[in-house]
């Protein structure tokens, strides 16, 4: 760990050195150290950290040389070596790829999901995709042009021989480093090599000047605020990657702040919180770090003089939003300019228009002059005019009636009539994230109904299984362990790579008359929709086994009651869905055994009454939850889609059940 001024090394500037060396055994610049070391310490997982400020040279480091996990960090690299080898002539930027079927892989991104096979985009428009939303299937269009070797290659040359990529995104097979791939994933770095290419990075040494400007546009796009960025001020303009894979998180980039460019890298891996939350531990601590190293840089009080601003091509932010609104409601015809925060061509376009009109030069530049010619503007999103009437007050809440919900759809149903109590929103159809597994668990409960050695079946995970993004059980490839116990790990960390193992292991078995599929995986999804059709959920399609989102992938809060009232009647479910921790051994394919435990997302658990059944949660879906809690031997099941975190899905829930006992207890009108 490292706290330091940048010295001066000339012999003239002796005196200096001892005074700066004189300040840090004094411990006035060892505050920001003092507050990183208790967070990074109290974090369960391994921690790497580099900040540096740019223009004072002020360092911090933290296992800054320790080879980590980069996930989907491992994209900078990439970036990079696409510009050296645009500026050789070796690849051309404007050059179309076509994608096939067969490029598409999942996880994050938007080229899977929502463009068609033989579509054509720019090698480009590929990096852009690749590092805005992170794009997998992007990436590998972008690595097939450079080569898979590339990446690596260019780093050792420039002296960072731990920065790798290792195969293609989802695509292990591909593996040109197995031995690496299996310790650190898709690719591996160090801070400190991080740090080295944000620096060259602001520097605009990074390939050559227009490169790094280039590259500085796409991490200026980059749509991941949840891990450095969270905690920032809006005006902190960021230019960064990150990265997310199971027990993996991690983030690099440059923050330009009033008191210098900063460069921070965090990498977490071996994280004990693996969930996809907007909780998750290893991202709260992204956030913590970025926060403190900002605010030490910057204390209250202390930034730089406020100056006039003067808004051109290339200015972002909110102000930029307001001019842009002002210049759609004075200029006529309204110029209809996108409301987005960038200042570009359009804009400039409108502004020197505007200029013409009253008399003044047209620079495309926002000036004073021009500011008090557009006159009073507003900030924010609901400034359309220049004055807006206040809304009038809502109705007084009623004492008497239903709770309020986040919850974009919920509904309440008796557990042993399957009567609908109460609901809102109860038919419409929803993505409903890990609630999708209730079904996967049903299926194999159903077989093992009529054969119940099929429970103390080997289940071995394949690598398509372990690779499987989100929520895990945390059994890797080449492990086995008995169906039986595979189900925990199915329902209580809630693991997407179990789904997947069940799948692949039962589809041949449970496909239903008339499937034509081969992938045992389609044909384990096309008995989930056969199996939709006997339980009458008339609102709901599955096309995985997990509930990672897919545009097909819908229920409804009333099918999934249904669901979970079938789930619930099996005695096998019944107790796994109630079972807060559970602990099994599992077997490694080369003779090793290890011992794993998990423990219920379902918090509702920790509180009597309650019995189950699974939660979910999604960036698409928001928090869900269907519960079931027992009184007297009766039964409510409650099913809330789209709640709007995870501690609301839980308040969310249990208001609604006591609603739906206190409308039961009630005498029938």
């Not at 990265?243 to 977490?268: I, Y």
Request: charged share 25%.
């Amino acid at each position: 760990m490292l706290l330091a001024h940048q010295i001066p090394r000339s012999k003239y500037c002796l005196s200096l050195f001892f005074l700066a060396l004189l300040i840090l055994r004094s411990g006035v610049r060892a505050d920001l150290a003092n507050e990183l070391k208790p967070v990074i310490e109290a974090h369960a997982g391994s921690v790497a950290v580099a900040i540096k400020n740019l223009e004072t040279g002020e360092t911090y480091l933290h296992n800054e040389t320790e080879v980590m996990p980069t996930a989907s960090l491992i994209k900078f690299p990439v970036l990079i070596e696409l510009y050296r080898q645009a500026e050789l002539k070796n690849v051309q930027l404007d050059s179309m790829v076509t994608l096939h079927e067969s490029d598409k892989v999942p996880g994050s991104g938007i080229l899977t999901d929502h463009f068609q096979s033989g579509m054509q985009l720019s090698l480009e428009t590929a990096a852009r995709l690749m590092i805005r939303y992170s794009d997998n299937t992007a990436t590998n269009l972008v690595v097939d042009q450079i080569g898979l070797a590339s990446t690596a290659s260019t780093m050792r040359d420039m002296g960072m021989p731990e920065t790798q990529l290792h195969a293609k995104v989802f695509r292990r097979e591909s593996s040109i480093a197995p031995e690496r791939s299996q310790a650190y994933g898709l690719g591996s770095t160090t801070a400190r090599d991080m740090l080295k290419l944000l620096e060259q990075l602001n520097a605009k040494t990074l390939v050559s000047a227009n490169a790094s400007e280039k590259m500085l546009l796409h991490l200026a796009a980059c749509d991941d605020d949840t891990k450095l960025r969270r905690m920032l001020p809006k005006s902190v303009k960021s230019y960064n990657k990150t990265g997310a894979v199971s027990d993996v998180r991690t983030d690099a980039g440059l923050f330009k702040t009033p008191k210098g460019m900063l460069a921070m890298v965090v990498l977490t891996s071996k994280n004990k919180d693996t969930r996809w939350t907007d909780d998750n531990a290893a991202e709260l601590l992204c956030g913590r770090i970025g926060k403190i190293a900002h605010d030490w840089f910057n204390p209250p009080g202390t930034g730089e003089a406020v100056v006039p601003t003067v808004l051109q091509v290339g200015s972002t932010g909110e102000l930029v939003e307001s001019l842009q609104r002002a210049l759609n409601a004075k200029i006529s015809p309204s110029p209809n300019l996108t409301v987005d925060g960038d200042f570009g061509s359009m804009t400039e376009a409108a502004t020197k228009k505007f200029q013409l009109g009253q008399n003044l030069e047209p620079t495309g530049k926002v000036d004073a002059a021009t500011w008090a010619k557009l006159g009073s503007i507003q900030l924010g999103p609901e400034a359309k005019e220049d004055s807006l009437p206040l809304p009038g007050k809502e109705p007084r809440d009623e004492i008497e009636g239903r709770p309020f919900v986040s919850a974009k759809a919920w509904v309440i149903v008796d557990g042993d009539s399957g009567e609908i109590i109460d609901g809102d929103e109860q038919d419409e159809k929803l993505d409903f994230a890990s609630t999708t597994k209730m079904m996967t668990a049903w299926l194999i409960a159903k077989e093992a109904a009529k054969d119940p050695k099929i429970l103390e079946e080997s289940l071995l995970y394949s690598r398509r299984a372990d690779d499987t993004i989100g929520s895990t059980s945390t059994v890797r490839a080449g492990e086995s362990l008995k169906v039986k116990d595979a189900l925990f790990g199915l329902m209580l960390p809630s693991g997407n790579d179990a789904s997947v193992a069940f799948a692949e292991h039962f589809g041949e078995r449970l496909r239903p008359d008339g499937c034509n599929e081969t992938d045992p995986l389609a044909m384990f999804i096309a008995a989930m929709n056969a199996e939709v059709l006997r339980l009458g959920m008339n609102q709901s399609h599955f096309v995985n086994p997990h509930g990672l989102t897919h545009a097909e992938h819908r229920s409804s809060c009333v099918d999934l009651a249904k669901l979970a009232n079938t789930v619930l009647s099996s005695p096998l479910l019944r107790e796994i869905v109630g079972t807060r921790e559970y602990k099994c051994t599992v077997h490694g394919v080369s003779g090793y055994k290890r011992d794993v435990a998990w423990r219920n997302t379902n918090q509702l658990l920790g509180i009597d009454g309650f019995i189950g059944v699974k939660t979910g949660t999604t960036d698409a879906a928001g928090a869900c939850l269907v519960s079931c809690s027992e009184r007297d031997s009766k039964k409510l099941i409650v099913v809330v889609l789209g709640s709007t975190g995870s501690a609301a899905r839980y308040s969310d829930s249990r208001n609604l059940h006591r609603w739906g006992w206190q409308k039961t207890e009630l005498p029938k009108k």
